[in-house]
Nanobody
Framework: QVQPVESGGGLVQTGGSLRLSCAAA????????MAWFRRAPGKDHEFVAA???????YYRDSVKGRFTIYRDSSKNTIDLQMNDLKHDETAVYFC??????????????????WGQGTQVTVQN
C-alpha cells in the first residue's frame, strides 16, 4: 500500500515561503506519478504541480516561476517549494500518488492514493 503523508504546512504572510513534503512507502514515489493538489473552502481540488515517474514536471500556470516540485532522494520525499505565496492560495494541500496517463496528469480523479492534507494559510 502507498499512503502518502504530507508535512510542512503552516501560517505565512503574503509573499512568504513554505516547503511541503510528501513521504510514502520506500521506492513508491520513484515508480509512480505524484502530484500536489489544493482545496480551498467551498471549492474543488485544484491541480498545483506534478512530477511524473519519468521525471517530467508540470505546473499550474499561476504558480510557474514561484513553486518548484522536486524529489529529495535523501529523505525519499517529493517536496513542493512555494515562494511568493498569495492570500488566495490559502488551502489544504494534498499529496496524491498514482499511475496516470499523460493527458490526465492534472486530473485529481486519476490519482488513487491521497494524503490527509496539510493546511497552508497565507495572511494579508
Amino acid at each position: 500500500q502507498v499512503q502518502p503523508v504530507e508535512s510542512g504546512g503552516g501560517l505565512v504572510q503574503t509573499g512568504g515561503s513554505l516547503r511541503l513534503s510528501c513521504a510514502a512507502a520506500e521506492g513508491s514515489l520513484s515508480r509512480r506519478d505524484m502530484a500536489w493538489f489544493r482545496r480551498a473552502p467551498g471549492k474543488d481540488h485544484e491541480f498545483v504541480a506534478a512530477r511524473r515517474r519519468d521525471g517530467h514536471l508540470y505546473y499550474r500556470d499561476s504558480v510557474k516561476g514561484r513553486f518548484t516540485i522536486y524529489r529529495d532522494s535523501s529523505k525519499n520525499t517529493i517536496d513542493l517549494q512555494m515562494n511568493d505565496l498569495k492570500h488566495d492560495e490559502t488551502a489544504v494541500y494534498f499529496c496524491a500518488v498514482g499511475t496516470v496517463i499523460l493527458s490526465r496528469t492534472r486530473d485529481a480523479s486519476r490519482y488513487y492514493y491521497w494524503g490527509q492534507g496539510t493546511q497552508v494559510t497565507v495572511q494579508n
